[in-house]
Nanobody, 120 residues
Framework: QVQLVESGGGLVQPGGPLRLSCVAS????????MAWYRQAPGKQRELVAS???????TYAESVKGRFTISRDNAKNTVYLQMNSLKSDDTAVYYC??????????????WGKGTLVTVSS
């Protein structure tokens, strides 16, 4: 069993920063790509940012220059540093990762999400 647990969500004022974390635990052989998605009320889930095992990153256009994804492979953790937050960033943020377990092909695992609310 593999689990992803997000933390760091909460209420933040427009223009403020917030840092999300996601830790992977369980029966893990190798963690491949890690990513953050978000889903705002009434909208489809969208990719926010992703990072490969070697550190190559991609970002949604809407967050480029404001959000930074990073990972600590020794801690099986991915982070999302969010700066200059806007009300449009309000959403539930989900961590997802492609993870290999012993004797199993890699699977995509999801966390349960953490709510980020940007409001004054």
């Amino acid at each position: 069993q593999v689990q992803l647990v997000e933390s760091g969500g909460g209420l933040v004022q427009p223009g403020g920063p917030l840092r999300l974390s996601c830790v992977a635990s369980g029966s893990i052989s190798r963690i491949h790509d890690m990513a953050w998605y978000r889903q705002a009320p009434g909208k489809q889930r969208e990719l926010v940012a992703s990072i490969t095992n070697s550190g190559i990153t991609t970002y949604a256009e809407s967050v480029k220059g404001r959000f930074t994804i990073s990972r600590d492979n020794a801690k099986n953790t991915v982070y999302l540093q969010m700066n200059s937050l806007k009300s449009d960033d309000t959403a539930v943020y989900y961590c997802a990762s492609l993870i290999a377990s012993p004797q199993l092909a890699p699977l995509v695992y999801w966390g349960k999400g953490t709510l980020v609310t940007v409001s004054s």
